[in-house]
């Protein structure tokens, strides 16, 4: 079964620009969850979806935003750069049935390495 | 609000001797708790979860947490340190409302392991 897959691995922009991030979930799962990672901030939760709905919000201006298509496949947004999104996007999905069950676990894929110069 | 706090950003121990990561978290009703390993260039893996059932819980690769409600801790242990273990490590708690996609990470203990 294939993993949670993120595309691009890399990504330079320059501040101003805006970007968009894309998560394939691992098959099956309907819940996809966006973290942003850096040195000085750790983990920090964006957003998660689940049946192309927004579940939950992280404390994120609103020039971060996602999306989920019926796929399940989830892209996320960011307008507007600046020099702080410099990070690590990581992606989760979960089965997410019936909304979670206490047996579900979160599967992270790679990530995507955002640098704004 | 809810917080995990890690003791230590590292800790370095030497081949076949003790882990032990620390994790304390500021919560009034018993979460869950999760414990997930990054290597460098790559994602988080789960080691192991806490939910009720049992608060010794087991995970992969020999580690295992002891969940303590009395001290709101959720130490990760492992009793004999492999070279493979060296990794960065992060103690997290589901947010309030129980969503486990919606979790609060500690800011992380790199594991250095010694030969």
């Known amino acids: 079964k294939a993993g949670v897959t993120q595309t691009p691995r890399y990504l330079i922009k320059t501040r101003g620009q805006q970007v968009t991030l894309s998560c394939s979930p691992i098959s099956g799962h309907r819940s996809v969850s966006w973290y942003q990672q850096t040195p000085g901030q750790g983990l920090q939760f964006l957003f998660e979806?689940?049946?192309?709905?927004?579940?939950n919000k992280g404390n994120f201006p609103g020039r971060f935003s996602g999306r989920q298509f019926s796929n399940s496949r989830s892209e996320m947004n960011v307008s507007t750069l600046e020099l702080g999104d410099s990070a690590l996007y990581l992606c989760?999905?979960?089965?997410?049935?019936?909304?979670?069950?206490?047996?579900?676990?979160?599967?992270f894929g790679s990530g995507t390495q955002l640098s704004v110069l | 609000a809810q917080s995990v706090t890690q003791l230590g950003s590292h800790v370095s121990v030497s081949e076949g001797a003790l882990v032990l990561l620390r994790c304390n978290y500021s919560?009034?009703?018993?979460?869950?708790l999760f414990w997930y390993v990054q290597y460098p260039n790559q994602g988080l893996q789960l080691l192991l979860k806490?939910?009720?059932?049992?608060?010794l819980v087991k995970g992969i690769n020999g580690f295992e947490a002891e969940f303590k409600k009395s001290e709101t801790s959720f130490h990760l242990t492992k009793p004999s340190a492999h070279m493979s273990d060296a990794a960065e490590y992060f103690c997290a708690v589901s947010a309030p409302g129980g969503s486990q996609g919606n979790l609060i990470f500690g800011k992380g203990t790199k594991l250095s392991v010694k030969p």
């Open positions: 979806y689940f049946s192309e709905t927004q579940r």
């Open positions: 989760a999905s979960r089965g997410g049935r019936g909304g979670g069950t206490t047996n579900e676990k979160l599967f």
């Open positions: 919560s009034s009703v018993p979460p869950y």
């Open positions: 806490y939910t009720s059932a049992a608060t």
